[in-house]
């Protein structure tokens, strides 16, 4: 019984020690963990900054293929309607039938008409 006491005491004189010398102690770990949270800060804030900008730059570069698209589409458009084929047809020598002949199946092929 008397050595769990003694040795009680001693661990509480060891802390009142340790706690006495330590005074100053305490603000420089103050101090450190200030810089360490300071330093934690400045570093997520310039990770944040360095997204942004990279996030801007996404920004721009989806608009940029966002009007391209548009353009893609109303060339597509323009260039697939009927007017268009049909001067693109006259150009390269193709034409409009001005008579259309139908075929029965009693007409014969080599009969002239």
Same mark, same amino acid.
């Given at each position: 019984m008397? #050595? @769990? &006491?003694?040795?009680?005491e001693?661990? !509480? ?8 010398q330590?005074? $100053? *102690? +305490?603000?420089v770990?103050?101090?450190l963990?200030? &810089?360490?949270? !300071? &330093?934690f800060? !400045?570093f @997520? $804030? %310039?990770? @944040? &900054?360095?997204? *942004? *900008?990279k996030? $801007?730059q %996404?920004?721009k570069? +989806?608009? %940029?293929y966002?009007? +391209? ?5 109303s #060339? ?5 309607? %009927?007017?268009?084929l049909r001067?693109?047809s006259?150009n390269?020598?193709?034409v409009?039938?001005?008579? @259309?002949l139908?075929i029965? +199946? ?5 009969r002239?008409?």
């Open positions: 008397k #050595k @769990t &006491v003694k040795r009680k001693t661990i !509480i004189n060891s802390l009142k020690s340790l706690f006495v330590t005074q $100053s *102690g +305490k603000k770990f103050y101090w963990f200030l &810089v360490i949270v !300071i &330093v800060h !400045i @997520t $804030s %310039l990770k @944040t &900054v360095s997204h *942004g *900008g996030i $801007s %996404l920004e570069e +989806k608009e %940029l966002k009007n +391209k698209n548009r353009a893609l589409s #060339k597509l458009i323009e260039t697939s309607s %009927l007017i268009k001067e693109e006259g390269l020598g193709f409009v039938p001005s008579r @259309t139908y029965n +199946k009693e007409d014969s092929f080599a002239l008409p």
